[in-house]
């Protein structure tokens, strides 16, 4: 049976290494942001997370980028993350990110 598609962003390859810091922890954990849209992103890390774990995304990439975000799901060491679209400059960020991703 094919899973239904859920996402209701396209989504884009990154390759690189970023870091994450979790809202409730002062250090930062290196992960691999596999791909990203404009609502959420897959990271892959050896740092265990749980479903609705709150952090927030780091990105240097031109500038430093920080993202709020929720775990959405997890599969083994990938874990889908939902951005907290709060401000205008969360929008921007994505913006930028998406824009000025590796190719």
């Known amino acids: 049976m094919l899973n239904k598609e859920r996402r209701s962003g396209d ?3 990154c390759n690189g290494d970023y ?3 979790p809202d409730s922890r002062n250090q930062k954990y290196s992960c691999l942001l596999k791909n990203v849209s404009v ?3 897959c990271i892959l ?3 265990p997370l749980k479903n ?3 952090i927030t995304l780091h990105v240097c990439l031109g500038r430093d980028i920080e993202l709020k975000s929720s ?3 997890k599969k ?4 889908g993350l939902l951005f907290e679209l709060e401000t205008p400059e969360a929008f921007d960020n994505i913006s930028y990110l ?3 991703r590796p190719v």
């Open 11 to 13: 989504r884009h390859d």
């Open 19 to 21: 870091f994450f810091s």
């Open 39 to 41: 609502t959420g992103a």
């Open 45 to 47: 890390t050896e740092f």
């Open 52 to 54: 609705d774990d709150q």
């Open 71 to 73: 775990v959405v799901w």
């Open 76 to 79: 083994n060491d990938l874990y």
């Open 98 to 100: 998406i824009n000025n």
